[in-house]
């Protein structure tokens, strides 16, 4: 089965539109930014038997030795087929299998090297891809082309931008060869875990719109599926390849396209019964939480979001009866292209139906997401050896690069150690004239800080052409993936603000933890130890002073692995993946009462495992947290229950609530005074702010900082039980709340002070600043991003206002069901510019405290 490429646009129109949009050549797609990690070839983790080839010419040039950069001694250091063939011939393949589906962004080849005395190479190439093994399709670039371009010579690796990226289990090198030479390959792949699942959709084909006399084509032109009675089936395309449309969609991120590439669209007039369908096929029955879609909303143009949605659910061979319905809140759609987040309330299916109702003329989307958790498995976390490839390898892929280059990267590092040098003089300059300005500016009073989002928006309207007013609006949508690191480093927006020449070295100094060894900068599990705590006096809960530990607790004890059994990934983390386990007997073992569901001879806990590869210092860090999180004992706080430390794996169990995250569980909500079950009135509300007050006045009593907190990172139990986690930023749900520092480090700022962003402090003063906009989430039901009007470098702007303090920084509006006192005395105190006037958690909880009876009296 072949990729159906449908490039239709003629050359008059391709001209058309580089006259209107000719300079946008910068690829947003995410997954390419931050999905480039290699898979396992090099490294050994993919293993030989899932190494396969057509044929071999020797023993010695087998598949097993196609590996990008091995030298281990066996072999004749790589694969090569036993005959020659012809140009046109691709019978000769070398295969790959990845053991589950993978979103491949980047491939890498080199030549056969034997020890310094080979020299065949593939000079072309092309790729075949399969996610079940059996219909296999060839790739294509967004121009039609399947040939890749090779290697020049058998020794360096030349590294390949897959466009579109692929999702598949399978995959196939096939040289294309030169008769007069003998081919040979190392091969790598690049990318991460396909966590959707999402196997295929079906789609109608897409229409053509004339607009003004520019034809512009909506149709699915990366699909690679087929293409019968103008449907599209058994394919992926541009709604799964991580990138989304601009809010104006006849331009787009890729340069020298049609108009209108970005998105896939419908016309009303062909669709009687006034609405789309599409079928989503998944590799396994999967337990659904939300779907995502990104629509454009372009009204001038006819142009809207969907009216209505409904769902219908299959897990085996006929559709369910009983659909999910969702509308999306009709005061929303003046919003531009956005994601429009569809609760799909845990039904558990193999396929979903959707029908879109057109809201306008037309309906276009350019992307869609589903957030899943996987079917129950009876498998046990056991140390093993052999499994799918690791994602979170310790190389970053972009360290090799094409010998064509070298001589303009060494010209950029000699350039940047010229920039770095003079940064440096112009810091050591400056250092004493800032520690003035600091100390002079803490005297500086808060008189202004009661500016509220309405009116400052407008300030920032001036400065920001491509903001948008939003007047206190609530909305209902949300970006589910970061932007491209080198959109606008947050080091080049301070270097703005003359106060804060030294900013840049403090955001130097980012690290990420166990150095080369680590996981992904999205796969971070605990944000706290990315930085140094600036206050001698505190300690973060991964990174605390040795000297406040000494040995593990003693009652904490180890449970047996084999009475663990896996059931949903939940995420990566700093030391490992986090896993959401069934143990077996845990209550017995810890010989005590839990509050957490589950029946009487299994529990639902959260797996926190090392990875096996992990290097000593990582391993160190592991063990110091195991210690650190035994002493914790609070009601709010999360509790490690047991561990398994006697082999590897490493792992730490952990408390799991019923309810998953505080974030998922109130965007399923709906504000109602009076109300149960996916309604929360205003005295729940603050009840769960209650407790993570409490939660978090505990954590300061021992002068520990969190530095992440959120309500991604607290966790719902049984009658709203709340208690605070870690597992936010492991997800890959939340990788829109964390922005990328210089290539390195994530940071989550719409949650942290000025003095985070900007200094690199953190401190109990700064956890309160984070729950102040905890607090806003809770508020607004998590229906929306903090300061969602505002781009990530908007953001880091506006810090700089907060310092500056001259009344022009900008305030998260009063939620609609926030009383002014709450807002007025607790939230804008929270977010006040001198740390020293921010209430303790002390005053915080006891403030909330007197408004909840303040609300029952009233009752």
Known sequence: MEAFTPLRPHAKTHLVFLFFYPCLSVNPCVFTETCRYPLGMSSGQIQDEDISASSQWSESTAARFGRLDSDNGDGDGAWCPDIVSEPDDFREYLQVDLRSLHFITLVGTQGRHANGMGNEFAQRYRIKYSRDGKNWVGWRDRSGRQVIEGNKNAYDAVLKDLEPPIVAHFVRFMPITDPSMIVCMRVELYGCEWLDGLMSYSIP??????????????????????????????????????????????????????????????????????????????????????????????????????????????????????????????????????????????????????????????????????QSGSAVYNTSLL???????????????????????????????????????????????????????????????????????????????????????????????????????????????????????????????????????????????????????????????????????????????????????????????QFGEVHLCEAEGLRDFLDEELSAEGNQESLLVAVKKLREDANKNARNDFLKEIRIMSRLRDPNIVRLLAVCVDKDPLCMITEYMENGDLNQFLVQCEFCPSCDFLFCSYTQLIGMAVQIASGMKYLSSLNFVHRDLATRNCLVGKNYTIKIADFGMSRNLYRGDYYRIQGRAVLPIRWMSWESILLGKFTMASDVWAFGVTLWEILTLCKEQPYSQLSDEQVIENTGEFFRNQGKQVYLPKPLCCPDGVYSDLMLSCWRRNAKERPSFQEIHTQLMESVAEQMGDA
């Open 205 to 370: 084909d897409g229409h053509q719109m004339i607009y003004r006399g520019l034809d512009v084509f909506f149709n699915d032109s990366v699909y690679d599926g087929t293409l019968a009675e103008s449907r599209l089936t058994k394919g992926l395309g541009q709604l799964t390849d991580g990138t989304w449309g601009l809010d104006d969609f006849l331009h787009s991120h890729i340069h020298g396209v049609w108009p209108g590439y970005d998105y896939v669209g419908w016309s009303n007039k062909t669709f009687p019964k006034g609405y789309v369908e599409m079928i989503f096929d998944f590799d396994h029955i999967r337990n659904f939480t939300s779907m995502k879609v990104h629509c454009n909303n372009m009204v001038s143009r006819g142009v809207r979001v969907f009216r209505q949605v409904t769902c219908y659910f299959r897990s085996g061979s006929d559709w369910e009866a009983d659909p999910v319905t969702f509308r999306p809140p009709g005061d929303d759609m003046s919003h531009g292209a956005h994601f429009v987040p569809v609760p799909l309330r845990d039904r558990t299916a193999r396929s979903i139906k959707c029908r879109f109702h057109f809201g306008d003329q037309w309906m276009l989307f350019s992307e869609v997401a589903f």
């Open 383 to 573: 140390s093993h050896k052999q499994g799918p490839p690791a994602n979170t390898p310790p190389d970053d892929p972009t360290h090799k690069v094409d010998d064509s280059s070298t001589r303009i990267l060494i010209g950029c590092l000699v350039a940047i150690i010229a920039i770095l040098s003079t940064i440096i003089v112009i810091i050591l300059w400056r250092q004493v004239w800032l520690k003035m300005l600091e100390k002079a500016s803490r005297r500086l009073l808060d008189d202004e800080l009661t500016a509220r989002l309405a009116v400052q928006t407008q300030a920032f309207s001036l400065h920001h052409s491509s903001l948008s007013s939003v007047g206190g609006s609530t909305s209902m949508y949300e970006r589910v993936y970061p932007l491209r690191a080198d959109y606008q480093e947050p080091s080049r927006l301070i270097r703005k603000l003359p106060e804060f020449a030294q900013s840049s070295e403090h955001l130097g100094k980012l690290r990420q933890p166990g150095g080369s060894d680590s996981a992904p900068h999205y796969a971070e599990a605990d944000i706290i130890s990315l930085q140094e705590s600036s206050d001698s006096s505190t300690y973060s809960i991964t990174a605390v002073n040795m000297s406040l530990i000494t040995g593990a607790d003693s009652s904490m004890r180890e449970f047996p692995r084999e009475k663990l059994t896996f059931k949903e990934k939940l995420g990566e983390g």
